[in-house]
Nanobody, 124 residues
Framework: QVQLVESGGGLVQPGGSLKLSCAAS????????FAWFRQAPGKGRKEVSC????????YCAGSVKGRFTISRDNAKNTVHLQMSSLKVEDTDVYYC?????????????????WGQGTQVTVSS
């Protein structure tokens, strides 16, 4: 049974940092791409924050580039999102997603497996 479980969300002050983790079970990570999506309450479409392909090449959206870093540890079946210099506008629910493909893509419909989401709140 494939499962993605996120952790690490919480409340942080502007300028602070958080590290989100996504623990995968039921499959090995080698042939899967991963992405972290964000979604505001009441909004239907998830937007990609960062994604990582099977060769560990990464892409982050312009709004978080230089502040967020995605990484993967295939041996530990874990994907991380290091969030730094957090801003109020980074507040959202963050979801880990996985897809069986080599190159990561930005469209949420391309991802087969999803975690339950973790809330990130940036507020003073």
């Amino acid at each position: 049974q494939v499962q993605l479980v996120e952790s690490g969300g919480g409340l942080v002050q502007p300028g602070g940092s958080l590290k989100l983790s996504c623990a995968a079970s039921g499959f090995t990570l080698d042939n899967y791409v991963f992405a972290w999506f964000r979604q505001a309450p009441g909004k239907g479409r998830k937007e990609v924050s960062c994604m990582i392909s099977t060769d560990s090449s990464t892409y982050c959206a312009g709004s978080v580039k230089g502040r967020f870093t995605i990484s993967r540890d295939n041996a530990k079946n874990t994907v991380h999102l290091q969030m730094s210099s957090l801003k109020v506008e980074d507040t959202d629910v963050y979801y880990c997603a996985a897809a069986f493909r080599a190159l990561a893509t930005v469209g949420p419909d391309d991802y087969e497996y999803w975690g339950q989401g973790t809330q990130v709140t940036v507020s003073s």
